[in-house]
């Protein structure tokens, strides 16, 4: 199973931009896909999840209202559309999947089995 992570840049405050994630070995339509976040000399948090079957979404009280995630299923990519993007947004996004997650267990990193490389995301002000 692989989760590739992209789009990530250098933004100005109120900016957008889109991260993808690619899977492979894994199907997106049977999975919980997240996104999870972590600020250099944070502990990773949590962004987005996105539950298997696409009916149930939930976001961290710092993005909500201006982030979404979304699934593909014929892409078999995962998206997560950042828009008014704040100073500290800044960090490294980190796709993740789980095709066993409980909803208690949604903002906890150790939940999810597969993990992408983290794609860099800058806001200045």
């Known amino acids: 199973v692989q989760l590739q992570a992209s789009g990530g840049g250098l933004v100005q405050a109120g900016d957008s931009l889109r991260l993808s994630c690619v899977v492979s070995?894994?199907?997106?339509?049977?999975?919980?896909m997240a996104w999870f976040r972590q600020a250099p000399g944070k502990e990773r948090e949590f962004v987005a999840v996105l539950f298997r079957g696409g009916s149930s979404l939930h976001y961290a009280d710092p993005v909500k209202g201006r982030f979404a995630t979304s699934k593909d299923n014929a892409k078999n990519t995962v998206s997560l559309q950042m828009n008014s993007l704040k100073p500290e947004d800044t960090a490294d996004y980190y796709c993740?999947?789980?095709?066993?997650?409980?909803?208690?267990?949604?903002?906890?990193?150790?939940?999810?089995?597969?993990w992408g490389q983290g794609t860099l995301v800058t806001v200045s002000s």
């Open positions: 993740a999947a789980s095709q066993t997650l409980i909803w208690s267990s949604m903002k906890n990193p150790q939940a999810y089995k597969y």
């Open positions: 070995g894994l199907a997106v339509r049977s999975s919980t």
